[in-house]
């Protein structure tokens, strides 16, 4: 049972860690999409739609990734944790369908229109279409995080006929953490899609340094992620404090904060020792602590003590802390200094570029730390408070979680690796603008339909 | 008689039936590739391209509507079908990627793509058949049920053909609308021998089946559907076969539609076959039914939100008609 639900956590957390990179990148992406593609519809620089048809492309490939994963995840649902939909279903499975029916179909079927139909429909057609796979992907953020959030901070729900039921959907939806998350997740999406977008068009940049459209590209993703570097890290603090609020224990867990004191102080760095309850090699800072979580330096933070053994283990929620904060921390430092150095147009100088090439995927590191310091913090609730995680888990045998676990990894680690060498080729054969149907593109986007380039 | 969960049992039936019909032909096209050269590929390619991604949420919207409206259901079955359904996710997702990493690559990379475009929609068809026939036998262990479950899913396999094959009739011209047609008549000869195979042995490994068919007067009026899939395989076989006759390609969407027909009638079939069971034998929709409010809610959304999606893929449809062409994205 203990290896069951270890291999069925295990197998969980690597799909879903999986997925949640591709729609990171795809919710916002989406939203640069309609935005070239409007720049497109107002100057009719050719540039721009080379620009749009190359991001139309990566934007494809990382939608496919995310829906296949997708598909997976919406099955593990069932394969591994068959109580989870038993127990709290009636409010889980209504905002699951809803995700699915309001958002799914919508993506899907406009994303078609968006890559295919650009010559078959009228301009404003293609342009709404566009902007309603923007709309469908950001739905589909806002029915999962309501329901994730509930798993953190349920509200509105009561036990009836032998399971939990939705007494106010509203109070469900709109639950305490529900705003912060959402802003936060968005956010998040908007910083990933912008260093995707500016390190890509930079890679291209080191290889081809006049090309128009990568320029305008490379600007435009370093404009996005310097404002909205700033908004996240006040967006963070106050989901840091609305975390403390509701969950403490996930807090005196990331801070390492054993013991319940006034003034605790900000651990810099430690290692944690789970077995002896205290921190090895660490470096503090007095009161620290206490001003950041409470505003106060003198305030009392409450620490792992005063929750008894309903803990979360300490060392993931530690370093994936840092780890998410310190790229926050080289995002600001990257993207205003990449504004400031690109202002009126300036190129960029190559050091520069080698940074932006370098950050490429800062976003789905910062991300998944994140969701691990969330997600493992929650822990060892499913849904806090509500039903332990240990109580949600089905009989599916270790030896059969064993053999699937297996073949999932290798499935993803290939498909990633494929995914990223096609990435940083596309990205680096650039959008060969001023000819959108040169005799290169043909041959690379149209199959075998011409002959093969020489 | 409590209705909702009849309702949802009937939403989730419709958002299967949807998902074999329209998935099945892009599966189809997948497993039909190492019968094209590269020019033609890149064709069939290009008339699922715009399709494949929306055919597939309709499979996440049945195990949705699972998830949610039968809750207790879904530990029995998703459980008990657990290896298959797992290979079945690999070979969708290898399918799903391999289609958009295809069109990125030249050369032996292409050919690996290609290859595992094949592979993905063979292994999923194929495993989707097999969780059929696990299901049909209410996941009776022994080896005749399994044998019974492979014999299903090499069925599905020659079902998706059809439908891939019929697809490409409608979607294509010329040489490849020829081949597509021989595909569908031996695709055609392959499902024969399944549904005929699996309707025989259907009242043999299941009681609860053979009661319901085996029941005077109404076995008559039962005969109707079988009666009506062989009309509807007569008028396939012929239809394609004056097409290839004449080389000419009107009305082309005749063999799609038997195509269709036959899967619609089979569904029937089954569903009258399992209805009211959600496991046969073992769960009923309404002992596997979730909380009425859930159920309330749900239907809310359902009846507000289902016009508008078969509204937008009817658009999708009406923008891409007509025949497909090799590139893409231009």
Redo the contacts between chains.
Sequence with gaps: MEDALFLARTQFGINIGFHILFPTLTIALAWFLLGFRVMYERTRDPAWLATF?LWT?VF??S???G??????M??Q???NW??Y??TV??????L???E???A???E??????M???M???PDWLHIAATALVAVGTTLSAFWILALNSWMHTPVGHIF??G?W??QD?LTVIFNPSFPFRLTHMLIASGLTAAFVVTGLSAWRLLRAPGDEGAGKTMRAGVRVAAVLIPIQIVVGDLHGLNTLEHQPQKIAALEALWHTERGAPLVLFAIPNEERKRNDWSIEIPYAGSLILAHDANAEIKGLDAFGADIPPVKPLFFGFRVMVGIGMLMLLVSWWGWWATRRRAPAPRWLLWVFAGMTFSGWIATLAGWIVTEVGRQPWLVHGVLRTADAV???SAA?LG??LT??IL?YAA?LI??LV?LT??AGKGASNHAP?SHAA????????AP??G | MDLLPVVFMALMGLSVLLYVVLDGYDLGVGMLMPGADEREQSVMVASIGPFWDANETWLVLGIGLLLSAFPVAVGVVLQALYLPVVAMLVGLMLRGVAFEFRMKALGWHRELWNWLFWAGSFLASFCQGVMLGRYITGFEPGPGYWLFALVVGASVCGGYVLLGATWLVLKTEGELQQKALAWSRWGLLWVALGVALVSLATPLVSETVRDKWFDFPRTLWLMLLPAATLAAGAWLWRVTGAMRRSRASHRDWRPFAAAAAIFVLAFAGLAYSLFPYVVIDRLTIWEAAAHPSALKVLLVGAVIVLPFILLYTLLSYRIFRGKARAGLYD
């Design positions: 048809k492309k494809a490939l939608f496919a990734m829906v296949v994963s997708g598909v997976v919406s099955f649902f069932g394969t068959p109580r939909m038993t279903g009636a409010i889980a499975g209504p699951l369908a809803y699915i029916l309001t799914f179909f919508l899907a079927t406009f994303l078609g229109v890559l295919f139909g010559n078959r429909v009836q006929d399971q039921i939705a959907w089905g009989d599916v059969k053999a699937s073949g999932y499935t498909m494929a995914y096609v080729h596309m149907s043909t041959v690379e986007l149209a199959g075998g339909a093969k380039a």
